[in-house]
């Protein structure tokens, strides 16, 4: 389909594993983000990328998490030494150049970290 | 900081029964931008409207309507002669000028028959 794409769907693994999730964008899109959904909460902002490069990497919770987009296109959120609390849903969303918030979002990716 | 709250976390209705979502925001900025977003349990969250700062005026949209007020920091959202397909959690989000929104914790709408 035309919407945004995130792989794995579900994502099980073991504490101070190495993760990789992946986001195909709408295409055209030069705006992409991450986002991170816990149970019973709202979307927090992980890290924005327009084109190649990450405008705003703010939301990142520590060295453990980094993304990267190196053809302005697909990105790959990637977390290193898995821990308990990294269990969410990462979600991706994209849109169209500056964006002021009209995002087109995937289903997710559903972390459980054990 | 910017912050957005959704005091109400569940909310249950009966179909064709109106139902208004609330969304208090807080902020210093004078430029900033709201929105709605449905999120139906297949996960992906949907948009449903933009509003700016600069816009108070009210928007209708089939059976979705959206109050602004700047006087009270609110955007309500309302549904009205609700629908079983309006069952969702549904999110009020803010951001300034920095692209990034701000999500509130959502309200959970179950309509049944």
């Known amino acids: 389909g035309a919407g945004v794409s995130q792989t794995p769907s579900n994502k099980v693994t073991e504490k101070g594993k190495y993760v990789e999730l992946r986001c195909d964008p709408i295409?055209?899109?030069?705006?992409l983000y991450w986002y991170r959904q816990s149970l019973g909460q709202g979307p927090e902002f992980l890290i924005y990328?327009?084109?190649?490069?990450?405008?705003?990497d703010s939301g990142l919770p520590n060295d453990r998490f980094f993304a990267v987009r190196p053809e302005g296109s697909v990105s790959t959120l990637k977390i290193q030494r898995t821990e308990r609390g990294d269990s969410a849903v990462y979600l991706c969303?994209?849109?169209?150049?500056?964006?002021?918030?009209?995002?087109?979002f995937g289903e997710g990716s559903r972390l459980t970290v054990l | 900081a910017q912050k957005v709250t959704q005091a109400q976390t569940e909310i249950s209705v009966v179909e064709k029964e109106d139902v208004t979502l609330d969304c208090v925001y807080e902020?210093?900025?004078?430029?900033?931008?709201l929105f709605w977003y449905k999120q139906p349990p297949s996960g992906e969250l949907v948009f449903l409207i933009r509003?700016?700062?600069?816009?108070?005026q009210n928007e209708i949209s089939g059976r979705y309507s959206w109050n602004f007020q700047k006087s009270t920091s609110s955007f309500n959202f309302t549904i009205t002669a609700s629908q079983v397909v309006d069952s969702a959690v549904y999110f009020c989000?803010?951001?300034?000028?920095?692209?990034?929104?701000?999500f509130g914790t959502g309200t959970r709408l179950q309509v049944t028959l």
């Open positions: 969303a994209s849109g169209e150049g500056r964006n002021t918030g009209e995002l087109f």
């Open positions: 295409s055209g899109h030069t705006a």
């Open positions: 990328f327009q084109g190649t490069g990450a405008a705003d």
């Open positions: 902020t210093r900025d004078t430029t900033y931008y």
């Open positions: 509003r700016n700062s600069f816009d108070e």
């Open positions: 989000a803010w951001t300034g000028t920095a692209s990034k929104l701000t």
